[in-house]
């Protein structure tokens, strides 16, 4: 029980070190990351403040030099009488070149006598300005300013205004009128948006006049009293804006001008900031920019990471080591007491490899064996489905049997009859005739050769070589073996191929049994048909020679039409077939590369379809069959 509580004891000690460690890491990565934060955002914050300054102060000067125009001074002096649009023209140029939002002039009675804008609905011309402090202060004989929406476009700006004189040489002389430019303040905001922060500008009653994001212009930074929200009304500085409470949070102070805070609603209450303010002396304002703790959270976790890693690997030194020492104390005893067993381990592991290198030898024996025997039979597999496939081409000859013997009989009956004649014609020294019946012998044993040819081609043996073999050939030779069934049968036979050859890649004699199967089969089947059509057909489509065999008879039964090429499978009576021909023949054209269909014709009858590479004609050479059997090419 006592290592066992020594080691409980050790790894709560162990935990709470790194958690202690961890935290540690943590607090003082929170610190050094707040602090840099800060300094960023004090310097971004000198940045806008001067940027802000500089962006608006550029126009303070030109309603003071706007106002000493001797056009504006001259309309002024009699607006009754002139025409009002070459000032108002002039107006809206001085606009375009300075780049400001409006330019319009007041009379001494605040009514807007021209603008820039004469032309737009919301013009200001006809309108009374005298609630607004630029008036004010301008027709008191001072340069004024004011921030706020305005009255017909509700837009934000900023205005400039000044007084216009027409005598300012008299002690009690008053202005005549004022001249006031609007500038709009949505080009300093679109350069805050580029920032990674918020940035807020607020007056004197805490109004988010600017900020960098849309949704949070024309709220107050902190919750408004009624009576402050009815001085704002009464001013008309922000029209009739609701200026809802931007829900603000000040969670901890942080320095005099600075304090984390984070918001109970709007766009910005899924973060927590790091919030600074700064004056805006020139015109009253406060400047606030927000930057997201999103770093100090990022810097805090990877410093508890660190420091829990570097722990780790303290404590993990410092286990390894004592495990060590600890290993090597066993070690040391360990390899005292291997000393005396050494001898007989060594002695037992010869043995035992001597074991199993005998043990291996007798398994590399049996598997070149297996290896020879597995070899011999796949031999013997490739000769029995060679022999297979002659057999089943010598069964077709043997259908063909009464056919050729027809067709051997009638030659040896004629040349057997003309011999006769001519013994006897030459007892009668009638020369002529004899020489005549001797020439129609030599003309039939020409015609026996070539049907003998016929059947010594079919019966070969196939070589199994690849080479280029024409497709109108082949399928003549198939039909030239047929004759005598073809004619009996009063088969009418239609062939339907280009006249240019057709070459494919294969098999001459393999090809060859295809087609004398199939040719078979199909006269098989037309049997008890009245007017019996073999349509055999050959055409080029794209990389691929089809030949077609149809008939017109019966048909495929569609429950068949799946196990047609399937070994023993046959729909003839018994004793008529083995039903190998379609499934030897399918098995050929895989060899070559080709496939074998079969399909029903509409209405009915049966197709079967040969599907083979081409063949370019460019290196197609002179089929062997040509050779040896002219005909036949």
Request: aromatic fraction near 8%.
């Amino acid at each position: 029980m006592k290592p066992r509580r020594w080691k409980g004891i050790w790894l709560v000690a162990i935990t709470l070190g790194l958690i202690l460690v961890m935290w540690q890491a943590a607090h003082l990565a929170r610190e050094q990351a707040i602090s840099t934060l800060q300094e960023d955002a004090e310097n971004e914050l000198r940045l806008s403040v001067a940027n802000l300054n500089g962006y608006l102060l550029r126009y303070d000067y030109l309603p003071q030099m706007l106002a000493t125009r001797e056009g504006v001074q001259r309309f002024l002096a009699s607006p009754e009488t002139q025409n009002a649009m070459p000032l108002n023209l002039l107006l809206d140029r001085f606009r375009f070149t300075a780049g400001v939002s409006d330019v319009y002039l007041l009379d001494r009675d605040a009514n807007t006598i021209a603008a820039s804008n004469w032309h737009r609905p919301n013009t200001f011309l006809g309108h009374n300005y005298a609630f607004r402090s630029y008036y004010t202060e301008a027709i008191a004989g001072r340069q004024g300013r004011f921030y706020g929406l305005g009255v017909q476009s509700l837009e934000r700006g900023y205005f400039f205004s000044a007084p216009v004189w027409l005598d300012d040489t008299s002690p009690d002389a008053q202005p005549s009128g004022v001249i006031v430019i609007k500038v709009l303040l949505d080009e300093v905001e679109e350069g805050w948006a580029e920032q990674d922060a918020e940035l807020l500008v607020t007056d004197n009653d805490n109004i988010i006049f600017m900020a960098s994001r849309p949704e949070l212009r024309m709220n107050a930074l902190y919750a408004l009293s009624d009576e402050q929200r009815q001085t704002l009304r009464d001013t008309r500085r922000y029209a009739i804006e609701p200026l809802s409470p931007s829900g603000i949070n000040i969670d901890a102070p942080y320095g005099p001008v600075s304090a984390l805070v984070s918001f109970s609603q709007g766009p910005l209450s899924s973060s927590r900031y790091l919030s600074l303010t700064r004056p805006v002396v020139e015109f009253g304002w406060h400047m606030h920019i927000l930057k997201p703790l999103t770093p100090v959270v990022r810097a805090q976790w990877i410093a508890a990471l660190m420091a829990g890693g570097l722990y780790g690997m303290i404590v993990l030194g410092g286990g390894i080591g004592w495990q060590r020492l600890r290993l090597r104390r066993e070690r040391e005893a360990f390899a005292e007491r291997e000393r005396h067993t050494l001898a007989l381990v060594r002695d037992e592991l010869e043995a035992s490899v001597e074991r199993r290198t005998h043990d291996l030898v007798a398994s590399n024996q049996r598997l070149s064996n297996e290896i020879e025997e597995r070899r011999r039979a796949e031999a013997n597999l490739r000769q029995t489905q060679d022999e297979l496939i002659q057999a089943a081409k010598l069964a077709v000859l043997g259908q063909l049997a009464a056919g050729i013997n027809h067709e051997l009989n009638q030659p040896l009956a004629a040349i057997r009859a003309y011999g006769e004649n001519a013994r006897r014609f030459l007892t009668l020294s009638r020369v002529d005739q004899a020489d005549a019946n001797l020439e129609q012998i030599v003309e039939l044993t020409k015609r026996m050769a070539d049907i003998s040819a016929q059947l010594r081609q079919f019966s070969r043996k196939s070589s199994e070589r690849q080479e280029t073999i024409s497709v109108q050939a082949c399928i003549e030779y198939a039909l030239r073996l047929f004759q005598g069934r073809l004619r009996d049968g009063h088969v009418t036979v239609e062939q339907h191929w280009p006249k240019e050859t057709l070459w494919v890649t294969g098999d001459l004699v393999r090809l060859e049994q295809v087609l004398v199967n199939l040719i078979s089969n199909a006269l098989h089947a037309m049997q008890e048909t009245l007017e019996p059509r073999l349509i055999l057909s050959a055409a080029l489509n794209e990389k691929q020679v089809t030949i077609s065999i149809m008939d017109n008879g019966p048909g495929i039964g569609d429950q068949h039409l799946a196990q047609i090429f399937e070994p023993f499978f046959t729909t003839k009576a018994p004793g008529s077939g083995l039903g190998l021909g379609l499934s030897i023949s399918s098995r050929i054209m895989d060899d070559l590369g080709g496939k074998l269909q079969a399909v029903n014709r509409d209405p009915t009858g049966a197709c079967f379809i040969i599907s083979l590479p081409f063949a370019p004609p460019i290196h197609a050479p002179v089929p062997s069959t040509q050779q040896e059997n002219n005909s036949h090419a």
